[in-house]
């Protein structure tokens, strides 16, 4: 082992009596599920199927609903294969638990301490691993190949600063990359960064995001407020941080000059935040009302989403949306959900952590870039007066969707065939 290598894996080795008490606190706060807290230690009480085993380790909320599309798309063409999907977050496992394909097991990833690594895979014993996007943990990856489970990483990506981060610490990560059976990559710049860092078999896949199916839509929810919108306009501001709320309010108020019947949909990306919006609106003179509390949006002029989800609902109903962390620092959140659901996207200029996504929707019409935060108001009236009447995927979206998931299944064929030949 390196020097970082064996330094990292001696700390958590000793420290694991302390990560496992900082779970505990974790859970003890809300952040982890307490019902499943073993899993996160590696110890689970569902057994291993007796079949071919993927695993796809995913991340949170955003990697675990891509994580679902590349899992369904390899089951249509493998059904024989069974599938344990891992994430990190307590809200990515609400997300997905209803939406779990037919032979798909849900668990928590295990933290990254040898004990708890070791416990997992001596369990799950899986036949191939694929990791989606930049979950790179130097225990589980090394583990898992030490035990000669081939592993994949898949949307490969990292940030400049994280790049320059595992440079300092290359004798770490290098080894791990290095022994990748693949690894596919969102770009030219990311491949070029993972082979800096040692990675061999590389291949650019673009990003899986763009394959991602459509959100699955509640329709008896989405009739019922739609009929309770009726015929005002609507607009949606996604995903919000803060200090952007201030900008979609003064957006609102600008706005409603033109269209006094206007209602904003205001969905922060943290939904504990949204009584404190609440109280931020009334200081602004914005009647407000949550949406687990809402019972009549008659006298309604900002209605803030509080729930996990149900996006879908709100991409569907609002024939424009602003993608929050755009305005923020945060380089923007996925905005292709909302696009699949028949939506114009507008965004602020931070779009570092995926510019492809916003790139790609630009090249296709159906998405528009803002460089300050009053052009907002210009940019959304022409769509306030537009019916939406329906929320079909734009062709061209559906195209590239279809298009890269069949090149995503190109490059993982060969493995799921040698996969499937070790457990005949």
Not at 2 to 22: C, E, K, Q, V
Not at 86 to 112: G, M, Y
Not at 211 to 235: A, T
Request: hydrophobic share 40%.
């Amino acid at each position: 082992m390196s020097f970082w290598r064996s330094s990292y894996y001696g700390l958590t080795y000793i420290g694991a009596p302390l990560i496992s008490a900082y779970l505990n606190w974790r859970a003890y706060q809300g952040y982890e599920d307490k019902t499943r807290l073993q899993e996160r230690k590696g110890i689970s009480h569902k057994p291993r199927p007796d079949k071919p085993l993927l695993w796809v380790n995913a991340v949170s909320v955003g990697e675990s609903v891509a994580a679902l599309t590349i899992i369904q798309t390899i089951l249509k063409r493998y059904p024989e294969v069974h599938v344990l999907l891992t994430t990190t977050t307590v809200s990515s496992a609400k997300i997905i638990e209803k939406r779990l394909p037919k032979n798909t097991i849900h668990q928590f990833c295990p933290v990254d301490t040898p004990q708890a690594v070791r416990r997992f895979l001596e369990h799950w014993q899986p036949d191939l691993a694929i990791w989606i996007e930049s979950e790179l943990w130097p225990n589980l990856i090394h583990e898992t190949q030490q035990k000669g489970i081939p592993t994949i990483l898949l949307n490969g990506r990292m940030s400049l600063k994280s790049f320059s981060h595992w440079q300092k610490v290359k004798g770490m990560i290098s080894p791990l990359l290095s022994r990748l059976t693949l690894c596919a990559v969102q770009s030219e710049q990311q491949a070029s960064f993972f082979k800096a860092l040692g990675a061999k078999t590389i291949s650019i896949m673009g990003n899986v995001k763009l394959m991602m199916s459509p959100l699955d839509i509640d329709s008896k929810k989405y009739q019922d407020l739609k009929n309770e919108i009726g015929d005002r306009p609507v607009w949606l501001a996604a995903s919000t941080h803060p200090g952007e709320e201030e900008i979609i309010f003064k957006a609102h108020q600008h706005l409603q000059k033109k269209h006094p019947d206007l209602l904003t949909i205001l969905v922060p990306r943290h939904i504990e935040r949204a009584p404190l919006l609440q109280q931020l609106a009334l200081k602004k003179g914005i009647k407000s009302v949550l949406q687990t509390e809402a019972q009549s949006l008659a006298k309604v002029d900002l209605y803030i989403g509080n729930t996990l989800g149900e996006m879908g609902i709100f991409y569907a109903l609002s024939p424009v949306v602003f993608m929050g962390a755009t305005f923020a620092l945060k380089g923007g959140h996925n905005p292709i959900e909302a696009a699949q659901l028949g939506a114009k996207v507008l965004h602020g200029p931070h779009t570092f952590n995926n510019p492809q996504l916003y790139e790609a929707l630009k090249s296709l019409g159906l998405s528009k870039g803002l460089q300050n935060e009053e052009e907002i108001p210009s940019l959304v009236i022409p769509w306030l007066t537009k019916q939406k009447k329906d929320y079909e995927e734009p062709k061209s979206l559906k195209i590239y969707r279809e298009e890269g998931l069949q090149h995503l299944l190109e490059l993982l064929t060969p493995y799921l065939k040698t996969l499937r030949r070790e457990r005949k």
